[in-house]
């Protein structure tokens, strides 16, 4: 994948500019369309691999992931005239990559969702236990740990995400933990939940 910035000309976003209130292909809108370019590609070189990360984890399929992230960036683009303004726009694209993940795996026709049986490759041995652990929960529990512990969001930011309140995000963490405890046999510290 080239992540290498797309040169945009002045002459060029002038020529395909809309009028505005400065009159006809002016120079302003361009120049703000050239920033809003370069604003989103910093945004996606940001983004992009924790989010693609974090849906490989949850998903177990490294393919998979890359192209529901693909096209969560492709839809945060669209909309990226408002998304530019919020607060955080990466919880968008987060909520947004999880949504396509249940949609591909509700198209898939399957009955559950699937374990990690293969993960992708960390480097240390104890990184790939935790994605097998993590390839055992349900996927709300899988999401949430991975967003709050892995990812390191906030309560509230991964609550956002998730589309729930922090005190059920709290709930899902919680159960989570306990059921990685019962898989590892491993005590876990819940303080940071």
């Not at 492709?74 to 999880?98: C, I, K, M, Q, S």
């Not at 396509?100 to 559950?112: I, M, P």
């Not at 991975?146 to 969001?153: A, F, I």
């Not at 709290?170 to 005590?187: D, F, P, V």
Request: charged letters at 30%; aromatic letters at 8%; hydrophobic letters at 40%.
């Amino acid at each position: 994948m080239d992540h290498r910035k797309a040169a945009v000309s002045l002459t060029d976003l002038v020529a395909s500019s809309t009028p505005d209130e400065r009159g006809p292909r002016s120079v302003s809108y361009a120049v703000a369309r050239a920033q809003d370019v370069f604003q989103f590609d910093d945004f996606y070189r940001r983004e992009f691999p924790r989010l693609a990360g974090s849906l490989r984890i949850v998903c177990g399929d490294e393919s998979v992931a890359e192209e529901l992230a693909q096209e969560a960036f492709t839809r945060a683009l669209n909309h990226w005239d408002r998304l530019r303004e919020a607060e955080r726009p990466a919880g968008w694209v987060y909520r947004t990559g999880f949504n396509l993940l249940r949609t591909y795996w509700a198209k898939s026709k399957r009955s559950e969702d699937p374990l990690v049986r293969e993960p992708f490759e960390p480097p240390a041995e104890s990184q790939i236990d935790l994605v097998r652990l993590l390839g055992q929960l349900p996927l709300k529990q899988r999401q949430a740990v991975v967003l709050r512990h892995v990812l390191d969001h906030s309560t509230d930011e991964a609550a956002e995400i998730l589309e729930v309140s922090p005190g059920a995000l709290r709930m899902t963490l919680h159960r989570a933990i306990e059921n990685l405890r019962e898989l590892s046999g491993i005590e876990i510290d819940e303080e940071s939940t």
